[in-house]
């Protein structure tokens, strides 16, 4: 732009200096042709106009128009125009002078004038190149200019793809893989602009969040093995819980468990030592899928092992591993397992461990206190039939054994009515006999069913009906409240005395037997309409009184027998059941 510039400066005078020198050659004919024209006019007035022209054609040459063309040109121009003027001082003027003094024409002088017109022709032609060279300079710097933009143009569009245009395409392009979730994106941009920068941080990102990704995935296996293990060690608890409760009243089977127990921590050799809490010796030894070492236990130092308070010893490459089977006090045997020497027992086997020796001494002991609720259940009916015996049979045989002395001693000194009628009163004795030995053998094989207490009333209350004229009705709303086998046993019991007694000696109509729960206790209330019970003292065992007030001691219960309408008689019996606690009941019904 500056070169044009320039070029275009120096060319502002071509034209004018064109011009100029077109000048000079039209005043070079002019001065020619006034000096041809002697003969018209006057010499004083041909010589001012030759002359006039002259200085004009002078004023021309000196011009700064024409010096100012060549100061910056070829040296052809400016050797043209030094050889006019040279020529027009040395030799024109000179001649045009001598002719004027003459007063003829010199015809050398045309011819040389001629020759000068021709000389300023070709300064004229040197100027118009001079020009078009100028012009042809200026073309040829505004091609290269316009090229050299073309070709800046073309730079920068490429510079801007380069460095602008493929960066942010770059960017663009991971920006919508991160944002699709393909982290392993990478930026290959390499400067040191913003763009660089920017890539290098997106880079480190994406690297962060790989890492934090492969961590997050890393805890989340864990996190999922964890609670894969979790899951197991839940269902083997369960399946030992079910296991256990499934034959709390038999023979547990714990050959299963151990084997489930060693798949879910992971270790082949899982033995079960089980003894009885005062024996020193293992009564059974369990262990898991992997057959043991024969020579273990082979020689039965059972007390070492069960004496032995350590968690753990190191046998050679080994680890033995004791979680006791204790509770209450009560040893129950051991759980040993079995890991190789660098490798102990993680935190979740280690919980899974104790929690299955938890389980297992709790089975035990809880089977322990079944069997002594059985055989305390077994006294307390052994001691309420030995009270039935002695109550009916036993009073009723001694009857029979005073009949008996009588009837000899009138054998030997009585008469023959004495004899009948003793041998009257020993027949009425052995029939109550017989009928006390049927309603006791009644009584003895009396059990519940295994729908539970309901259905067991429901069988005694057909059977009454069967067996009497009243109208028997029950009403059992007891729902509420769970009981264990020996409190059903004692209710039913308790209910059937009750009831015989009514369909034996109240000579009613109707009775109705009502067991119903009220504030935590069991009630059970058997009211007849008929005559009262007369409860004197000597008829107070006759009536099994003794008997129901018996099994409502063991059940630490009240028993209570009335006429509350001064009709009928209401035996009404109450106690709470083991499974809840009066106190709290009435606090919730509240």
Same mark, same amino acid.
């Given at each position: 732009?500056?070169?044009?510039?320039?070029?275009?400066?120096? #060319?502002?005078?071509?034209?004018?200096?064109?011009?100029?020198?077109?000048?000079?050659?039209?005043?070079?004919?002019?001065?020619?042709?006034?000096?041809?024209?002697?003969?018209?006019?006057?010499?004083?007035?041909?010589?001012?106009?030759?002359?006039?022209?002259?200085?004009?054609?002078?004023?021309?040459?000196?011009?700064?128009?024409?010096?100012?063309?060549?100061?910056?040109?070829?040296? !052809?121009?400016?050797?043209?125009?030094?050889?006019?003027?040279?020529?027009?001082?040395?030799?024109?003027?000179?001649?045009?002078?001598?002719?004027?003094?003459?007063?003829?024409?010199?015809?050398? +002088?045309?011819?040389?004038?001629?020759?000068?017109?021709?000389?300023?022709?070709? +300064?004229?032609?040197?100027?118009?190149?001079?020009?078009?060279?100028?012009?042809?300079?200026?073309?040829?710097?505004?091609?290269?200019?316009?090229?050299?933009?073309?070709? +800046?143009?073309?730079?920068? +569009?490429?510079?801007?793809?380069?460095?602008?245009?493929?960066?942010?395409?770059?960017?663009?392009? #991971?920006?919508?893989?991160?944002?699709?979730?393909?982290?392993?994106?990478?930026?290959?941009?390499?400067?040191?602009?913003?763009?660089?920068?920017?890539?290098? #941080?997106?880079?480190?990102?994406?690297?962060?969040?790989?890492?934090?990704?492969?961590?997050?995935?890393?805890?989340?296996?864990?996190? !999922?093995?964890?609670?894969?293990?979790?899951?197991?060690?839940?269902?083997?608890?369960?399946?030992?819980?079910?296991?256990?409760?499934?034959?709390?009243?038999?023979?547990?089977?714990?050959?299963?468990?151990?084997?489930?127990?060693?798949?879910?921590?992971?270790?082949?050799?899982?033995?079960?030592?089980?003894?009885?809490?005062?024996?020193?010796?293992?009564?059974?030894?369990?262990?898991?899928?992997?057959?043991?070492?024969?020579?273990?236990?082979?020689?039965?130092?059972?007390?070492?092992?069960?004496?032995? @308070?350590?968690?753990?010893?190191?046998?050679?490459?080994?680890?033995?591993?004791?979680?006791?089977?204790?509770?209450?006090?009560?040893?129950?045997?051991?759980?040993?397992?079995?890991?190789?020497?660098?490798?102990?027992?993680?935190?979740?086997?280690?919980?899974?461990?104790?929690?299955?020796?938890?389980?297992?001494?709790?089975?035990?002991?809880?089977?322990?206190?079944?069997?002594?609720?059985?055989?305390?259940?077994?006294?307390?009916?052994?001691?309420?039939?030995?009270?039935?015996?002695?109550?009916?049979?036993?009073?009723?045989?001694?009857?029979?054994?005073?009949?008996?002395?009588?009837?000899?001693?009138?054998?030997?000194?009585?008469?023959?009515?004495?004899?009948?009628?003793?041998?009257?009163?020993?027949?009425?004795?052995?029939?109550?006999?017989?009928?006390?030995?049927?309603?006791?053998?009644?009584?003895?094989?009396?059990?519940?069913?295994?729908?539970?207490?309901?259905?067991?009333?429901?069988?005694?209350?057909?059977?009454?009906?069967?067996?009497?004229?009243?109208?028997?009705?029950?009403?059992?709303?007891?729902?509420?409240?769970?009981?264990?086998?020996?409190? @059903?046993?004692?209710?039913?019991?308790?209910?059937?005395?009750?009831?015989?007694?009514?369909?034996?000696?109240?000579?009613?109509?109707?009775?109705?037997?009502?067991?119903?729960?009220?504030?935590?206790?069991?009630?059970?209330?058997?009211?007849?309409?008929?005559?009262?019970?007369?409860?004197?003292?000597?008829?107070?065992?006759?009536?099994?009184?003794?008997?129901?007030?018996?099994?409502?001691?063991?059940?630490?219960?009240?028993?209570?027998?009335?006429?509350?309408?001064?009709?009928?008689?209401?035996?009404?019996?109450?106690?709470?059941?083991?499974?809840?606690?009066?106190?709290?009941?009435?606090?919730?019904?509240?």
């Amino acid at each position: 732009m500056g070169s044009s510039l320039f070029v275009a400066w120096i #060319a502002k005078g071509d034209a004018a200096s064109i011009n100029q020198s077109g000048l000079l050659r039209m005043q070079s004919y002019k001065i020619l042709n006034q000096l041809m024209r002697k003969e018209l006019e006057t010499g004083s007035t041909r010589q001012e106009a030759v002359e006039d022209s002259m200085n004009h054609f002078e004023l021309l040459l000196n011009d700064k128009l024409l010096k100012t063309s060549f100061d910056v040109s070829s040296t !052809t121009l400016k050797t043209a125009y030094h050889d006019i003027h040279r020529q027009w001082y040395s030799s024109i003027k000179p001649g045009i002078q001598q002719e004027l003094l003459h007063g003829r024409l010199n015809w050398d +002088l045309y011819n040389e004038t001629t020759y000068f017109v021709t000389q300023i022709n070709h +300064l004229v032609t040197s100027y118009q190149k001079n020009a078009e060279k100028r012009i042809y300079l200026l073309e040829l710097i505004q091609i290269i200019t316009i090229a050299s933009l073309l070709f +800046l143009v073309i730079y920068a +569009l490429h510079i801007l793809k380069k460095n602008i245009a493929h960066p942010l395409s770059a960017l663009n392009e #991971a920006a919508l893989k991160v944002k699709n979730g393909d982290l392993n994106c990478h930026v290959d941009i390499k400067s040191n602009d913003e763009f660089g920068r920017l890539a290098e #941080a997106m880079n480190a990102m994406s690297k962060s969040i790989i890492a934090v990704y492969r961590d997050l995935e890393k805890q989340i296996e864990q996190e !999922t093995a964890a609670v894969e293990r979790n899951k197991r060690g839940l269902q083997l608890m369960f399946n030992t819980s079910h296991a256990i409760n499934k034959n709390i009243n038999g023979k547990f089977d714990f050959q299963p468990i151990i084997n489930e127990l060693s798949d879910t921590i992971g270790l082949t050799q899982v033995d079960l030592c089980l003894k009885t809490p005062e024996g020193g010796i293992a009564y059974d030894h369990l262990y898991s899928n992997e057959a043991p070492e024969l020579s273990r236990c082979m020689q039965r130092l059972c007390e070492q092992c069960f004496k032995n @308070e350590k968690k753990f010893i190191q046998q050679g490459n080994e680890y033995k591993h004791y979680y006791p089977l204790s509770i209450d006090g009560k040893d129950f045997g051991r759980i040993i397992c079995h890991s190789k020497k660098g490798a102990p027992l993680t935190k979740w086997q280690d919980q899974i461990l104790q929690s299955i020796s938890g389980c297992i001494p709790t089975a035990l002991n809880i089977r322990l206190q079944v069997e002594q609720g059985n055989r305390l259940s077994l006294l307390e009916e052994r001691s309420v039939i030995a009270r039935e015996l002695h109550d009916s049979l036993a009073q009723s045989l001694s009857y029979l054994n005073i009949q008996v002395t009588r009837l000899q001693k009138a054998h030997t000194k009585g008469t023959e009515n004495q004899i009948d009628a003793i041998i009257g009163e020993l027949k009425q004795g052995i029939n109550t006999t017989y009928r006390q030995l049927r309603e006791l053998l009644t009584t003895f094989r009396l059990g519940l069913n295994e729908t539970g207490l309901r259905e067991s009333l429901i069988a005694m209350v057909i059977e009454l009906r069967q067996r009497s004229e009243m109208q028997v009705e029950l009403k059992y709303t007891l729902e509420n409240l769970p009981l264990t086998s020996r409190e @059903e046993i004692h209710l039913m019991q308790t209910a059937r005395e009750a009831a015989q007694n009514a369909v034996k000696h109240s000579e009613g109509s109707h009775l109705k037997i009502s067991v119903y729960d009220e504030s935590g206790e069991v009630f059970l209330n058997v009211r007849d309409d008929g005559t009262n019970l007369d409860l004197n003292a000597e008829k107070y065992d006759h009536f099994g009184l003794a008997i129901m007030s018996e099994r409502s001691r063991i059940l630490n219960g009240q028993l209570k027998i009335d006429a509350p309408d001064q009709t009928g008689t209401r035996v009404l019996f109450h106690f709470h059941p083991i499974s809840t606690s009066a106190p709290v009941v009435r606090e919730l019904s509240q």
